[in-house]
């Protein structure tokens, strides 16, 4: 599940995608929902999590560019031109054979030269745990219930839309190298909550309890309506007991009998 955002100017775009990238793993830590893979029962908290540490480095992990502090916008677009594409669109989709945006624009495909819906559809085919197009994009969750996807919109922008909550959101990760940092997001996958910090005792699931309570304090500066949205997340955080550690349980208890399971997750009730 995604969360789309907003940005006002360069620099709130550079500060929301270092806050994205500084707790990405935090949030596919809480939002672990998908431990059942080909009927059967793995030792991941988050697979899709762990499925996407294994596709296109090119275009997928982390980006290294958000801790720089100049010219972000220019820093996002010279990695996106050198991306390999996917494929361009002429009617139907034609494999790029591993040319880069900068390569189109220099020298054309087919024929034809690169315009900008093929910049917006290039773009849209880079998958960082946090994505720039018109609007920023927070991808490390994990499907899981109505509520617990309703309350990702009010804890993203508790935790974004108010610069204080923000840095305090950065801060949460902050010395961490970024090789640290690749270390983190592999190991939240497989053990969610219960993931070590590199170089340190602390627990994910002590950074999702101050992450939640960083939220709580900016919503209360931007809008304390959205405040009791933040509910569903702070039962899991508080307990330790994820969606994918309920679905666990409950997958050996009825010997992975999906018509016995299903009825019992909130998200079917």
Known sequence: VQVNLDYCSEEDARNKMRAMMNTTSILTAIYANSPIVDGKLTDYQSYRGHVWTDMDPDRCGL?????????????????ALDVPLFFVHRDTYIAADGMTFRQFMKSGFQGKPATMDDWGLHLSTLFPDGRMKQYLEIRGCDASSFDMTVALGAFTCGFLYDDTAMQSAIELTGSLSMA????????????????????????????????????????????ATEIPYLDPILEVVESGRTHATILAELWDEHQGNPDKILPLLSYHR
């Open 63 to 79: 980006l290294e560019l958000v801790y720089e502090d100049d010219n972000f916008f220019k820093n996002y677009t010279e990695w």
């Open 180 to 223: 640290e940092r690749i270390q983190l997001a592999d190991s939240v996958n497989r053990d969610g909550l219960q993931a070590i910090v590199p170089g340190t005792t602390t627990l994910v699931g002590d950074l999702a309890v101050e992450l939640v309570a960083i939220a709580k304090d900016g919503l209360k500066r931007v809008d």
